[in-house]
């Protein structure tokens, strides 16, 4: 293998390619545990839905307004969330997320009333805001942007690990824990999957490094190797760098649309795949949480291809386009298979696939013009009005849902929106040089 070398401030030579693959082994495997315990923190109301809107008397369309207002407070806190943490340091912010939605997940145990269900998850939303778009800025503070694809789908496996891990553990206590305790089976998947998150808390303060030059495993060429190359990078001509500029750069806004229309995929197969795997015909909680790990695995693979294709090939538009595109077939696919166990299984790993896979690409776009607070603030910006989609598309489903009795017609309109992101990509985003 040919490795890039640099020469360091103080002399020696640094292959490039070693030092950031020691990088990404040392931050990337960490970072994912994060996110997962994060992710199913955020949707594993979707596994409690099975037997807790039984047991709470709650509509498909309380559940759906309870799942989707997550990301108000998602929404109303991500941006200051990212502009703190590009003043006090990572570690401390990812810290106090990580604690504080361990805590809330818990607490979701005790809701009784549609008015608690919204209280908590709106705050779990707060509590849960920067996580995100503070690791993806995280993260330009260690690699330059032609390593960002790749390294983002590293890091954004996490969604698909995710997926495909917290199935089967949600269906295995949902099958195991029923009546211990006098609390019902869904009370004891919010209290045992909220616990990992406060210990995660602690270990992020003795763990995480803030930038290159405090990795003591980075030897002291390696460390001003890497700063300058960043340094470098962020100085070159075309980055802005304020947060004024962000907000209004017009790239940004059709980033935040274009994100708007990924996220609703994502938001469909994390909160209604255990339903509509239910909906197909598979019984038992254990047996749908182990099914609905298959189109994550699938998912997981797509990212990680994606993204590598996309940093070896240097082009993200395409990438990102098709990726959608196929996640739109996919869903409207699954719309017209519900009928069908075996087909609308294909068709849903089909739609994980793509709507995963264009993730990593995706947010390689805005780093390539923002720097700095820019960066901070414009990635939040970014993320959280992408993500009001978490709120429309299970809102929708459900409602829509509730009006049909059938989860065809939510899954066509979240198709469209998939569809919608292609056409953005292609007609409003630039071809990097």
Request: aromatic share 12%; with cysteine.
């Amino acid at each position: 293998m040919t490795y890039s070398t640099t020469a360091s401030a103080v002399g020696q030579p640094v292959a490039l390619d070693a030092t950031y693959r020691k990088i990404a082994w040392r931050l990337i495997p960490f970072l994912v545990f994060l996110f997962v315990l994060a992710w199913i923190d955020r949707v594993n109301v979707g596994f409690a839905k099975l037997s807790m809107l039984q047991d709470l008397q709650f509509s498909e369309a309380i559940y759906g307004l309870g799942a989707g207002i997550f990301f108000i407070g998602y929404f109303l806190f991500e941006v200051p969330s990212n502009l703190l943490l590009e003043k006090i340091g990572a570690r401390k912010t990812l810290a106090r997320i990580t604690i504080l939605w361990g805590l809330t997940s818990m607490a979701m145990a005790y809701v009784t009333t549609p008015t608690s269900f919204y209280i908590l998850r709106f705050f779990l939303g707060v509590f849960e805001a920067g996580f995100f778009p503070g690791v993806v800025l995280y993260l330009t503070y260690w690699f330059p942007a032609q390593r960002r694809a790749r390294v983002n789908g590293l890091f954004m496996t996490s969604f698909a690990i995710a997926g495909a891990v917290g199935g089967p553990i949600a269906g295995l206590i949902m099958s195991g824990m029923e009546g211990v305790g006098h609390l019902s089976n869904w009370q004891w998947l919010f209290i045992l999957e909220g616990i990992p998150s406060l210990v995660a808390g602690v270990l992020v303060l003795m763990y995480l490094p803030e930038k290159p030059v405090n990795a003591t495993w980075l030897s002291a060429a390696e460390q001003q190797a890497v700063t300058q190359a960043l340094v470098a990078e962020n100085t070159g001509a075309g980055k802005h760098l304020s947060f004024k500029d962000a907000c209004s750069n017009y790239r940004v806004w059709i980033c935040a649309a274009v994100y708007f229309c990924v996220v609703s995929g994502n938001a469909t197969i994390a909160f209604w795949a255990p339903s509509i795997i239910k909906e197909i015909g598979i019984k038992g909680n254990l047996q749908i949480g182990l099914i609905s790990a298959i189109p994550f695995i699938a998912g997981t693979l797509a990212m990680v291809w994606n993204g590598i294709h996309s940093d070896k090939t240097g082009e993200r538009r395409m990438h990102s386009a098709v990726a959608t595109l196929i996640a739109s077939a996919g869903l409207i696919a699954t719309g017209l298979t519900l009928g069908n166990a075996s087909l609308a299984l294909i068709s849903l790993t089909v739609a994980a696939i793509g709507i995963l896979a264009a993730f990593p690409v995706f947010w390689s776009i805005p780093a390539a013009f923002l720097a700095g607070t820019a960066a901070a603030g414009g990635i939040a910006l970014i993320n959280s009005i992408g993500n009001l989609a978490g709120f429309v598309a299970p809102y929708m489903i459900g409602a829509l849902k509730t009006s049909t009795g059938s989860l065809s017609s939510g899954l066509y309109f979240v198709a469209a929106l998939e569809f919608l992101a292609s056409f953005l990509v292609v007609v409003f985003v630039k071809k990097q040089p």
